[in-house]
């Protein structure tokens, strides 16, 4: 740990975040089952094996184009544990509000809550509220917990990424990013951006059953696209060629990045998921996940290779390489 206060890039899933998770969090709390680092952690118990995992929500705004904080705290969970290839089967949810909310604001998330975990078809049964003084929180903040059942031994984990696999991305990068800051700056566009906000444990099932072999599952939230392939690599061990041209992007996203200055694969999405497959089944993915509302614009994006291990190559619209790196800095604070 090289700084001596916590920054704001400390929580945006780039280097810092690392750091931070490399340098503190395992040096204390490090165990076999934690330090997989995925985005649930799977416990076995008897015949059963189980994804648990847990995360909280501090966006600003509340409320943003397609979505408010409280479904983002159930997608969110539900993502987490449909990246392990498990299905939710109870969830927690704990407030933290500000002296001062008002109650119909809280009731509007409660409500928004409530209806996408009926959309899931998952229950919240268990929780905590607490309240602070005016002036210690910014309104609310949420903490979800969430369990899930895997129906199988085996589970996809970037570690079983190989060279030859083919990668592939749900839909359009950038969304949810873009959706809340030009909302929390006032910055209008011929179109609303709307983030992606949903649960994709759906699609995820549409997946597997078209291929139960999928080696990797990954929902790229902070830290966009990029963080994610990084990651992905850096427990692999291959390396990861992708083609911008292939990239799908809304243009009024494409537009809003140009600018701010914001490269899109970088910018946190809320209703992705990126898949790695083996080459033999792509298709079969493909195509289960275009006939999912929530895969209609999925696409081949690239592809695994064996040298230089632990990179993520970006093939430019300009028919250029260059290296895809993790975000060093915070570009988009309280976006989740």
């Given at each position: 740990?090289?700084?001596?206060?916590?920054?704001?890039?400390?929580?945006?899933?780039?280097?810092?975040?690392?750091?931070?998770?490399?340098?503190?969090?395992?040096?204390?709390?490090?165990?076999?089952?934690?330090?997989?680092?995925?985005?649930?952690?799977?416990?076995?118990?008897?015949?059963?094996?189980?994804?648990?995992?847990?995360?909280?929500?501090?966006?600003d705004?509340?409320?943003?184009p397609?979505?408010?904080?409280?479904?983002?705290?159930?997608?969110?969970?539900?993502?987490?544990?449909?990246?392990a290839?498990?299905?939710?089967?109870?969830?927690?949810?704990?407030?933290?509000?500000?002296?001062?909310?008002?109650?119909?604001?809280?009731?509007?998330?409660?409500?928004?809550?409530?209806?996408?975990?009926?959309?899931?078809?998952?229950?919240?049964?268990?929780?905590?509220?607490?309240?602070?003084?005016?002036?210690?929180?910014?309104?609310?903040?949420?903490?979800?917990?969430?369990?899930?059942l895997?129906?199988?031994?085996?589970?996809?984990?970037?570690?079983?990424?190989?060279?030859?696999?083919?990668?592939?991305?749900?839909?359009t990068?950038?969304?949810?990013?873009?959706?809340?800051?030009?909302?929390?700056?006032?910055?209008?566009f011929?179109?609303?951006?709307?983030?992606?906000?949903?649960?994709?444990?759906?699609?995820?099932?549409?997946?597997?059953?078209?291929?139960?072999?999928?080696?990797?599952?990954?929902?790229?939230?902070?830290?966009?696209?990029?963080a994610?392939?990084?990651?992905?690599?850096?427990?692999?061990?291959?390396?990861?060629?992708?083609?911008?041209?292939?990239?799908?992007?809304?243009?009024?996203v494409?537009?809003?990045?140009?600018?701010?200055?914001?490269?899109?694969?970088?910018?946190?999405?809320?209703?992705?998921?990126?898949?790695?497959?083996?080459?033999?089944?792509a298709?079969?993915?493909?195509?289960?996940?275009?006939?999912?509302?929530?895969?209609?614009?999925?696409?081949?994006?690239?592809?695994?290779?064996?040298?230089?291990?632990?990179?993520?190559?970006?093939?430019?619209?300009?028919?250029?390489?260059?290296?895809?790196?993790?975000?060093?800095?915070?570009?988009?604070?309280?976006?989740?």
């Amino acid at each position: 740990m090289k700084d001596d206060i916590i920054l704001l890039a400390h929580g945006a899933g780039g280097k810092k975040s690392a750091d931070l998770i490399g340098g503190l969090f395992l040096k204390h709390f490090g165990n076999p089952t934690l330090n997989v680092l995925g985005d649930s952690a799977i416990i076995r118990n008897g015949a059963h094996t189980l994804a648990f995992t847990t995360d909280s929500f501090v966006v600003d705004p509340l409320f943003f184009p397609g979505g408010d904080i409280g479904k983002l705290a159930i997608c969110g969970t539900v993502n987490d544990l449909a990246a392990a290839g498990a299905q939710p089967i109870a969830l927690s949810a704990a407030f933290i509000l500000e002296e001062g909310l008002e109650f119909e604001v809280l009731e509007r998330i409660v409500d928004s809550m409530s209806r996408t975990a009926s959309e899931v078809g998952v229950s919240i049964v268990t929780g905590d509220t607490k309240v602070v003084p005016r002036g210690s929180a910014d309104r609310m903040f949420i903490n979800t917990s969430g369990i899930g059942l895997l129906p199988a031994q085996e589970y996809p984990s970037p570690e079983r990424a190989c060279v030859g696999d083919i990668v592939i991305l749900s839909g359009t990068i950038g969304d949810h990013g873009m959706a809340v800051m030009t909302c929390r700056e006032g910055i209008r566009f011929a179109s609303e951006i709307r983030s992606d906000c949903a649960p994709l444990n759906g699609l995820v099932a549409r997946m597997l059953e078209a291929s139960p072999s999928i080696h990797c599952l990954r929902d790229p939230t902070r830290g966009g696209l990029a963080a994610t392939l990084n990651e992905i690599v850096g427990r692999s061990r291959v390396c990861i060629k992708i083609e911008e041209m292939k990239i799908p992007i809304n243009e009024d996203v494409r537009v809003a990045c140009e600018l701010l200055g914001i490269d899109p694969l970088h910018v946190a999405n809320e209703g992705k998921m990126l898949v790695i497959v083996p080459a033999q089944d792509a298709e079969a993915v493909l195509s289960a996940m275009r006939e999912h509302p929530l895969g209609r614009r999925a696409a081949i994006i690239g592809k695994a290779q064996s040298e230089p291990t632990g990179r993520v190559h970006l093939k430019t619209s300009m028919g250029s390489l260059r290296i895809l790196d993790i975000p060093a800095g915070d570009l988009l604070p309280r976006i989740c």
